[in-house]
């Protein structure tokens, strides 16, 4: 069920961008999947708990091919498709690696491994995907707000997930959900 949760939010994230026009709140300016990227570092994290990190890398090249193959398949330019490929592999290896190495408690593992994971993920494609360097859907100006408005939106989320996970971990019932 986590592998399924992780590479079906992934995979949604895709397709909610596409279906849905960004979310305006005051300047920034929010895809709709950003909502459920936040998401994917947490279930990735989950992943890990339950199957190691080395397997983590297999679950990842999966969701890698597959968000690939979903981008396309919705129309997005092939600039678009290598952006997302590019920062989606970068943000994952370096929550995973992260996460590995960090030794906190499990919530703020979770929480500082997904904050650099998705700065990642949200600087890498919007500067490869949106600039004028990638499919130029954004001037140069608009780029630290597009960037900004998707990493609050994560932190938000890792947060949120965060503060679950400890909760979760705290009934002896429940810890399974997690490790």
């Known amino acids: ?97 992260i996460y590995t190495r960090l030794k906190l408690s499990i919530g703020w593992r979770v929480f500082l491994s997904g904050i650099v994971g998705g700065f990642l993920d949200s600087a890498i494609f919007v500067i490869l995907g949106l600039s004028p360097l990638g499919a130029g859907f954004i001037p140069w100006e608009a780029v630290p707000v597009a960037i900004l408005s998707q990493l609050i939106v994560k932190i938000l989320f890792q947060s949120i997930g965060a503060i679950t996970i400890v909760q979760i971990v705290k009934h002896p019932k429940l810890r399974a959900v997690i490790y």
Not at 15 to 39: D, K, N, R, S, Y
Not at 72 to 79: F, I, Q, R, V
């Open 1 to 97: 069920m986590r592998v399924f949760l992780y590479l079906a939010s992934i995979i949604l994230a895709n397709v909610l961008t596409a279906a849905f026009q960004p979310l305006e709140v005051g300047i920034l300016i929010i895809p709709i999947g950003t909502f459920l990227i936040g998401c994917t570092f947490i279930f990735r994290d989950i992943v890990q708990n339950k199957y190691g990190r080395k397997l983590t890398y297999l679950f990842i090249a999966t969701a890698l091919v597959l968000s690939a193959f979903v981008s396309y398949l919705l129309g997005d330019t092939l600039m678009i498709v290598m952006a997302s490929a590019v920062s989606f592999l970068i943000s994952e290896a370096s929550d995973t690696e």
